[in-house]
């Protein structure tokens, strides 16, 4: 099956530090990754679509210029919270869609990743 | 935004019973899928059912689709302490490639 890593998988920062967090995609290639952030016994909330070779797509809310995306190939999305807050720990989730299965039923499946825990201090 | 609703919040049940839980969403879906997150880990798909599809089957799993309510159940047959974890049902969203999450079930098997 596709395997989707993150790393790292907890990390802890002082407040206003910038905190960067990657995303893979182990065996297949992914144009479009996808970000989402959950607070605890909350569901998953999308905050942004990364698009290798071009900007991404932010949900409404969510603020670009502290959360930035990088996803400069076709099997790595980055996430850097900038200037970190307590208010930004969270649990960040990537998940990726495979550009060339060719099951119809996975066409609509993601990949996630593992997660990474994310406590400011 | 939120799509899916989902009852119960939380559900505690003895191993070997069965589970049902609820989705309930408001636009017009060509597809709903559930997934399962153990505690502090990624989500882990569990089964597609398409609009054109009324009740599918996976194992343990049951899922049944009636979109003229708009719900969704999912039935796990026989539980087992592994079972426990939270199950989310997601819909697609604004672009076809968007998942929204509905609120999520805890679901926990007691031994």
């Known amino acids: 099956g596709a395997v989707v890593s993150q790393h790292p998988s907890r990390v802890i920062c002082k407040s206003g530090t910038s905190v960067k967090i990657e995303c893979r995609s182990l065996d297949f290639q992914a144009t479009t990754m996808f970000w989402y952030r959950q607070f605890p016994k909350q569901s998953l909330m999308l905050m942004a679509t990364?698009?290798?070779?071009?900007?991404?797509?932010?949900e409404q809310g969510v603020e670009k210029d502290k959360f930035l995306i990088n996803h400069a190939s076709l099997t790595l999305s980055t996430l850097t919270v900038t200037s970190a807050h307590p208010e930004d720990s969270s649990f960040y989730i990537c998940?990726?869609?495979?550009?060339?299965?060719?099951?119809?039923?996975?066409?609509?499946?993601?990949?996630f990743g593992p997660g990474t825990r994310l406590t400011v201090t | 935004s939120q799509q899916g609703e989902e009852d119960p919040q939380a559900l505690s049940i003895q191993e070997g019973e069965n589970a049902t839980m609820n989705c309930s969403y408001k636009t017009s879906i060509n597809n709903l899928q559930w997934y399962r997150q153990n505690s502090g880990r990624g989500l882990v798909h569990l089964i597609l059912?398409?609009?054109?599809?009324r009740e599918k089957h996976s194992g343990r799993l049951r899922v049944t689709l009636d979109t003229s309510k708009k719900s969704s159940s999912l039935l796990i047959t026989a539980s087992r302490a592994a079972d426990t974890a939270s199950y989310f049902c997601a819909t697609p969203g604004q672009g076809a490639q968007k998942l929204v999450f509905g609120q999520g079930t805890r679901l926990t098997i007691n031994p």
């Open positions: 059912i398409r609009s054109n599809e």
């Open positions: 990364s698009n290798e070779g071009s900007k991404a797509t932010y």
């Open positions: 998940s990726a869609r495979d550009r060339s299965s060719g099951r119809t039923s996975s066409f609509y499946e993601q990949y």
